[in-house]
């Protein structure tokens, strides 16, 4: 069995990941592979980035490959949102991995179904390889109106909407679709401060994604993860010590089984912010051995500061 998405495989300077996450898509066997790496940013990194593209393109199976090495360093949100577009210049759908994001082999036949099945439908915006959800629906997956880059799958159709600078920001922030999304104050509070903070400083290229699928649409997330991220060491540019990766990843039965409706699962969606985003650190900032512990804190930390 050959998968028939293309694969984009976006990588920078991190051969040993690059080769686990290749190996994880070479069980797939895609048809196409297209490898997308950034520049060095120092003359001490050209090294790894060139072991980082040799890692990438070391290709076991029978499969058209296609590169775009940057020769200088562009950044994560430039070359990220750069690569997807170059994929999209020769795809109408396609899967897309980091170089630290490995994926369980039921990640590939998900998204290459879903694709499928939802290749015309316009409420559908995106496919996560990513879940929270405390307790797995009993359908294969569920919608959400979190858009999680941690490997992923979409359609040229639905990148096309893509607000890069958030230019749309202002007109959205009052609009009240929006506010009826969030199920929390907590929620309503981080997220309407991200989103302002992201379009007034140039957005991150995943913040701006995030933005434009919640807004036009919803995400497919699996009812087990299928990804994990690999990437929160020293080298990590977003997840270095980050405690969410590493998270251990499951099997789907096939074939899928679909949920009735495209509706949104916000019993998930709060278990998403609470453990993928910061909910369950600002529930905890409210309890009062918290609050009690505050003075404590804030004389440890004058004492460190003044030593």
């Keep these: 069995m050959r998968l028939d998405v293309p694969v984009l495989l976006v990588v920078y300077r991190r051969a040993d990941l690059t080769a686990r996450t290749l190996a994880a898509i ?22 790894a980035c060139d072991a980082a593209k040799t890692a990438a393109t070391a290709v076991t199976w029978p499969c058209e490959v296609r590169t775009n090495f940057a020769v200088e360093n562009m950044g994560c949100v430039a070359r990220m949102n750069s690569a997807v577009d170059w994929l999209f210049a020769h795809a109408d759908h396609g899967i897309v991995l980091e170089d630290d994001c490995l994926p369980a082999p039921d990640f590939f036949p998900f998204c290459d179904q879903l694709l499928e099945r939802y290749r015309d439908d316009r409420r559908v915006m995106h496919i996560s390889g990513e879940t929270y959800a405390s307790v797995p629906p009993a359908d294969s997956y569920y919608f959400s109106k979190y858009a999680l880059t941690w490997g992923w799958a979409t359609w040229k159709r639905a990148w096309e909407l893509c607000d890069r600078t958030m230019a749309g920001w202002p007109a959205m922030r009052v609009r009240p679709e929006l506010q009826a999304l969030f199920d929390t104050r907590d929620e309503r509070a981080y997220l309407m401060s991200t ?40 080298r990590a540019t977003h997840t270095e010590g980050d405690t969410v990766c590493h998270r251990d990843v499951g099997s789907l039965s096939f074939p899928l089984r679909h949920p009735p409706a495209v509706l949104r699962h916000p019993r998930a969606d709060m278990d998403t912010f609470d453990h993928r985003l910061v909910g369950s650190i600002l529930k905890q900032q409210r309890t009062w051995r918290h609050q009690a512990g505050r003075p404590g804190r804030w004389l440890r930390r004058t004492l460190r500061a003044g030593s």
């Design 195 to 234: 989103f302002e903070q992201q379009a007034a400083s140039g957005p991150v290229w995943d913040y701006a994604w995030w933005y434009t699928c919640m807004t036009n649409g919803l995400s497919i997330h699996p009812s087990v993860n299928l990804v994990t991220n690999t990437g929160s060491d020293s």
């Design 26 to 47: 070479g069980a797939a066997r895609p048809r196409q592979l297209f490898v997308a790496a950034d520049g060095p940013a120092s003359a001490s990194e050209r090294l």
